[in-house]
């Protein structure tokens, strides 16, 4: 019965967890705009038990994960209400990673294409 009761407990803070108010944060003023900061929340939560073939022992298990990202934030401003994207220099800068990456075995192929014509 207490694997039961565990189980139950974390598919209840899965629940807190992955909440609007995860995705939407609290609004701020200031100077007459207000910002309402959101994100991407995103979560799973699973459980699971079994017993020995031999009947002698049994064991179960829960968890659950939740990854939240800065997706923006809604400005605003009397009747103007704008969304500005939050930007993510991670991915920024992976995307630069990967271009110079590409650029690099483009400059080797054609480093070795032309040693052998010249060869």
Same mark, same amino acid.
């Given at each position: 019965m207490e694997s039961v009761v565990d189980?139950?407990?974390?598919?209840?803070?899965? @629940?807190?967890?992955?909440?609007?108010?995860?995705?939407? #944060?609290? !609004?701020?003023?200031k100077d007459g705009v207000t910002v309402? !900061?959101?994100?991407?929340?995103? #979560? /799973?939560?699973? #459980? #699971? /038990?079994?017993?020995?073939?031999?009947?002698?022992?049994?064991? %179960?298990? %829960?968890?659950?994960?939740?990854?939240?990202? !800065?997706? /923006?934030?809604?400005?605003?401003?009397?009747?103007?209400?704008?969304?500005?994207?939050?930007?993510?220099?991670? @991915?920024?800068?992976?995307?630069?990673?990967?271009?110079?990456?590409?650029?690099?075995?483009?400059?080797? %192929?054609?480093?070795?294409?032309? %040693?052998?014509?010249?060869?």
């Open positions: 189980v139950r407990e974390t598919i209840e803070g899965a @629940k807190d967890a992955m909440t609007v108010r995860r995705v939407f #944060g609290d !609004p701020f003023e309402i !900061p959101a994100a991407r929340v995103q #979560g /799973g939560a699973g #459980g #699971g /038990g079994g017993e020995a073939p031999d009947g002698k022992g049994m064991g %179960s298990g %829960s968890g659950f994960a939740v990854n939240a990202r !800065p997706a /923006g934030a809604f400005v605003i401003n009397g009747e103007d209400v704008q969304w500005r994207p939050a930007v993510d220099v991670n @991915k920024i800068i992976l995307g630069g990673q990967l271009i110079a990456a590409a650029a690099l075995l483009l400059a080797g %192929s054609v480093v070795r294409a032309r %040693s052998r014509r010249a060869g």
